[in-house]
């Protein structure tokens, strides 16, 4: 057999990587943005390669928010939160004179939020806390199941990214471990992000709230307490992610100013790095926006992402269809 | 081909599993726990058993500091702490006037701990926070390849226990996750967990100090501050375990009352569950100890124990080796 030299090597390795990995990501259009992802898991995966991470270092990050699933016109666990205040309700006579709950039951959104985050953090608070973490793992997965969103009409699970659904996927079939690190409620995301997202339950990372251990028939229960634990945001994924992983991530992915750090931390290691911001450019098939959002603002990380070489996945350009059902 | 009755069934999978396991388990004595630990993994792991559980809820805690590892005549940490004070001691002229530390240059351990529990969070502090994540992950890498216990003389990572090192590898081979959950520093134990223990970061839960982000030439690192984040103890564990894993084990490992919380959690899921306390027993290979220890006291815990039928290892009429240089 003859042999081949290094470079004809490695051009023998992308492209049958590229090919095997057409079917891998399907919804990709062939452009910058897919071939970096299958170049990048064609050097880290592959024996013999100058740039082959060993499986225990192949981890991956992904912000969920606006890069895993939507988040317009506002984040989805917000819905939840309103969603809750209205089946709470009858159970709370005195809301019905109490802002901000009053405008959420006459379905004044706008009104609600007038307060701000300190109004938001009070109706998260009244609607998280309060109850076992069973029980609340049961009231969520009750609502990702039946809760609609309200301009598409659709689940809200029939609301995440195919192409990163297939992104998620190719990175576990080459051996990737890969997490969510979200500034949502971690135990907001857990009931459902295995069967979404194939992401089990230890892989998750987000904010929480504390808890405490109560006796309940001689048994120990998890009780949900009205009080902030964690805010997995900004500098808040770095600490999460070395909290709960305990080492960097050789690949991170995000859509936001949020995600910036993950990303700076992701990328400061040695050795091969990936970084991809999602670009929410299709206010056609999704929502456009990016610079001046109030949700998923995308405007240091935009400059950082050029000026460092990062890859944007440009949705309107690099995805053939956003949701599955288009 | 004949069938097989389901008792006839049972009986030939646990003849089997006996059979493969006296090779996974050669450092334990055939008795009642042997034979526990063996039958659990037989019936969870084997498909058609009534009590089979799915990979990814095969999910095993096991307490470190007298679990895993020794933890007299006093925890490998606190020795850590001492060595990082002598390290020190050259920046810090200011110590040789000033308690704990002074005691602790003049090699008077008691005199150092004669302040409880706030002289030691005060040494934790001054020798744990301070530099990177990175540097400190050094520090302990380290101290761990090179300090010796104070009676034994050997490496800390050679006063693991053989019995418990096989237990973990067995699991493993059968499909189950194997975490530590252990009072003792998450960040302590992570850089020798996986080399000692074949356990990754991710799986390593303990106590934090907490930990902020600054730029430093344009990098993000991890600073480590002089602040309690987290203390995984007792009802901790528990907490920690829903933090980190956020599903119930099916197995929890301890040896003291700080591990009781960890065992009842387990314990009280539904389907198959398994309890295991190492007990002390023998002052001669190892150290004697249970009620009245002042460092891992298995008091409460063996009473329900004995109440609830969970397995006792017994270390003296159990364990053929306790170390593996014996």
Redesign the interface.
Known sequence: MKKLTCLQFFAALVFATMAQAADSLPSWNDGLAKQSIIAFVAKTTTHGSPDFVPL?ERIATFDNDGCLWAEQPMYFQAFFIFDRIVALAPQHPEWKTQEPFDSVLKGDVTAALAGGERALLEMAMATHAGMT?VEFAKIVDDWITTARHPVTKRLYAEMVYQPMIEVLAYLRDNGF?TYIVSGGG??FM?PWA?RVYGI???Q?IGS?IK???EMRDG??V?VRLPEI?FIDDK?GK??GI??????RPIAAFGNSDGDL?ML??TA?GSGPRFCLYVHHTDGEREWAYDRTSHIGKLDKGLDEAVAKGWTVADMKRDWKIVFRHQ
């Open positions: 225990a973490t471990k971690i135990e857990r295995e089990p339950s230890e998750v929480s808890t405490k251990v048994q120990p998890l634990n500098e770095v600490i070395n909290q709960h992983i305990g080492r750090q700076q931390w400061a």
